[in-house]
């Protein structure tokens, strides 16, 4: 086993208390056919030992002392409050005087007074799914707005920290403006959006075909790759017009990082990743989130260590392939330096060139960068004088 130095670099695992299973059937997930990895097998949740020795290993395995549990899934709120209760028991057990921070990503439709009670006095941030609108958000989660809206209410009322969590998708991907003022319009001070794009396969199989590979069709609810850079402009658009420095939304924040040279908070955007994979509820551990296939799996935390698996070998190439597999188009291209290629899991296209595991989204950030450009420009010097980035809203810019 060729395990690096455990002290070079943090990480963060995406945790799946409940695994796959969710309340909810949104058109676009890429989650729930997860479940077809389980095929009756047991292992859909996760157990109280594995949680304890997860949190001791989790914890005992981090390069810093801030530490970060990431609570994902499926639907994270299927377990019961009693389970989370006993996580953090279990967090303050084994701290070893580190301090403990708390996330949970969660569609919000089953949010109660109680857990919003328990998110406040925990200090847990969450995250919450919501697409835009009613319309646009109904279309591909079902008829589930008026739920979410209620479940932001309640995070309101009982002062839980939360961002939003949209998709970008066919059935929102034409309409940046009307998308961005209503998150304004409730009150939402940091947004993150991510375009959808997934491809099924031609055979049978249920699991729809990982970054890198070429071939399957593309789902319906996928995006455009221009119209998503359409969307990108258009919703900066609004934001830079009025908003910087008082609504966060991820991509700008990560496009002006790049920019400025200091590292994205945003993999996505990042030189290379591999620092957060995820866990299911049978102790799997996976490369990331988007690549729970089982050619990407690390080994499960029964037979080996976290520290083996989140600091090993296999990780550190899946991370490292992101900068090597760059296409000569790529390694051309003007916006490298904000865009990094982008996440392998949309890797699959061929380049001018005709070199495989080209970005299917270029197109759309190659649009967005030469459209943000001169404000990215104009923020970078402002920061590099020791001003605000947000003296853009009273330059002019680009005529
Ligand atoms: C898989 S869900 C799990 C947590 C929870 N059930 C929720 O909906 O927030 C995590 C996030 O991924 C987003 N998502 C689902 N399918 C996606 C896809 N194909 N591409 C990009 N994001 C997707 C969801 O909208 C959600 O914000
Ligand atoms: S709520 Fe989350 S996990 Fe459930 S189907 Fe929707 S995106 Fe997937
Ligand atoms: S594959 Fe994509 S989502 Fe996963 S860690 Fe890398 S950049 Fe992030
Ligand atoms: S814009 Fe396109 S060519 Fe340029 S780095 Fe991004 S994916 Fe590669």
Redesign the pocket.
């Known amino acids: 086993m060729n395990a690096i130095s455990p002290f070079a670099r943090p990480f963060y695992v995406m945790l799946k208390p409940a695994g796959p299973r969710?309340n909810l059937h949104?058109r676009?997930?890429?989650?729930t056919e997860k479940q077809s990895l389980y095929a009756g097998g047991g292992g859909e949740a996760i157990d109280d030992a594995m949680l304890e020795s997860f949190t001791r290993q989790y914890i005992e395995a981090q390069t810093s002392p801030d530490v970060l549990f990431t609570w994902?899934?499926?639907?994270?709120l299927l377990r019961p409050l009693s389970f989370y209760r006993r996580a953090l028991a279990l967090q303050r057990r084994y701290a070893g005087g580190r301090h403990i921070d708390n996330c949970l990503?969660?569609?919000g439709t089953l949010l109660t007074d109680e857990w919003c009670r328990f998110f406040s006095d925990e200090g847990f941030l969450v995250?919450i799914?919501i697409d835009g609108p009613r319309e646009m958000h109904d279309a591909l989660r079902g008829p589930t707005f008026d739920r979410v809206m209620r479940g932001i209410e309640l995070l309101d009322r009982h002062g839980v920290e939360w961002n939003a969590?949209a998709?970008v998708n066919s059935a929102n991907v034409g309409h940046p403006q009307e998308f961005y003022r209503f998150f304004r319009s409730i009150g939402c001070r940091y947004l993150q959006f991510?375009?959808?794009?997934?491809r099924t396969r031609d055979d049978a199989s249920p699991l729809s075909v990982p970054g890198w590979e070429e071939g399957g069709r593309l789902t319906p609810e996928s995006v455009d790759a221009a119209r998503w850079g359409d969307f990108a402009c258009g919703v900066f658009d609004e934001w830079v017009r009025a908003d910087v420095g008082s609504v966060f939304v991820q991509l700008f924040d990560a496009t002006l990082a790049n920019w400025a040279g200091v590292a994205p908070g945003v993999c996505s955007l990042a030189g290379v990743c591999g620092q957060s994979p995820a866990m299911e509820a049978d102790g799997t551990l996976y490369c990331c989130d988007h690549f729970v296939f089982p050619q990407y799996s690390l080994g499960n935390m029964r037979h080996k260590s976290i520290t083996e698996m989140a600091y090993g070998q296999r990780l550190r190439d899946f991370g490292l392939r992101k900068h090597t597999a760059l296409t000569r188009q790529c390694r051309e291209c003007r916006w490298l330096f904000a865009c990094n290629g982008e996440c392998p899991r949309n890797r699959f296209v061929r380049d001018r060139y005709g070199n495989s595991g080209h970005n299917y989204l270029c197109e759309g950030y190659a649009r967005y960068f030469s459209h943000v450009a001169p404000y990215m420009d104009f923020m970078k010097a402002e920061l590099d004088a020791g001003r605000a980035p947000a003296n853009v809203m009273g330059a002019r810019i680009g005529g």
Do not use: A, F
């Open positions: 969710c949104c676009y997930c890429y989650y994902h899934g499926g639907e994270p990503q969660t569609n995250g799914s969590m998709t991510t375009p959808v794009v997934e």
